[in-house]
């Protein structure tokens, strides 16, 4: 297995990866597994490719993974985001004074149900944070408080909940990680 940056060629799998694992395609009993949320259009995948902001893990030529990342101006396209933007100046990070200007949004990431657990997260993730660590000293991300393993998976490579709130009737834990910070 290998985790890279994305290109154009990898969109169909990355796409049919996304269908397998949004909520709104999954039963219950499959959401406890994991899930993402965001459904990004072909348009928005294409946007992220040019601004190094996709990666991909592959297996034999078959799309395993992704992770996004990203500025917040491209992630205002979603209304969550200028909300936990704007609960910026209230929350607290070690030394950081967290603002639009030195973070950016990580995710979402998603993982083959039949590659979890298996040190794959490090791998895509190292493979942006290697990248994004040249813009931006900490990133943010969220997850739907429901999403239990999706939090636990985060927590065992270093991410710490800095913020928790309700949006469209959803809970959620609002996180942060110190890009300095290797996963490997």
């Given at each position: 297995m290998?985790?890279r940056?994305a290109?154009e060629s990898?969109?169909?799998?990355?796409?049919?990866?996304?269908?397998?694992?949004?909520?709104s395609?999954?039963?219950?009993?499959?959401?406890?597994?994991?899930?993402v949320?965001?459904?990004?259009?072909l348009e928005?995948?294409?946007?992220?490719?040019?601004?190094?902001g996709?990666?991909v893990?592959?297996?034999?030529?078959?799309?395993?993974?992704?992770?996004?990342?990203?500025s917040?101006n491209?992630?205002?396209?979603?209304?969550?985001?200028?909300?936990m933007?704007?609960?910026?100046?209230?929350?607290?990070?070690k030394?950081?004074d967290?603002?639009?200007?030195?973070?950016?949004q990580y995710?979402?990431?998603?993982?083959?149900?039949?590659?979890?657990?298996?040190?794959l997260l490090n791998?895509i993730?190292?493979?942006m944070?290697?990248e994004?660590?040249?813009?931006?000293?900490l990133?943010i991300?969220?997850i739907n408080?429901?999403?239990?393993?999706?939090?636990?998976?985060?927590?065992?490579?270093g991410?710490?909940i800095?913020?928790?709130?309700?949006?469209?009737?959803?809970?959620?834990l609002?996180?942060?990680?110190?890009?300095?910070?290797?996963?490997?």
């Amino acid at each position: 297995m290998t985790s890279r940056k994305a290109f154009e060629s990898d969109i169909d799998g990355m796409v049919n990866l996304q269908k397998k694992n949004l909520f709104s395609e999954l039963n219950e009993e499959e959401r406890k597994r994991g899930f993402v949320t965001t459904p990004f259009t072909l348009e928005q995948i294409e946007e992220a490719i040019r601004n190094n902001g996709l990666f991909v893990s592959e297996d034999n030529n078959k799309i395993v993974a992704y992770a996004f990342a990203g500025s917040w101006n491209y992630f205002e396209q979603w209304p969550i985001f200028p909300y936990m933007t704007s609960r910026f100046p209230d929350l607290n990070f070690k030394d950081f004074d967290i603002s639009v200007q030195n973070t950016f949004q990580y995710g979402p990431v998603c993982i083959d149900i039949n590659y979890r657990g298996k040190g794959l997260l490090n791998s895509i993730f190292e493979e942006m944070r290697i990248e994004w660590v040249k813009k931006f000293p900490l990133s943010i991300t969220f997850i739907n408080a429901v999403n239990e393993i999706s939090a636990r998976a985060h927590k065992k490579i270093g991410w710490e909940i800095i913020d928790r709130f309700e949006f469209s009737g959803n809970k959620y834990l609002g996180l942060a990680f110190d890009m300095n910070n290797s996963v490997i």
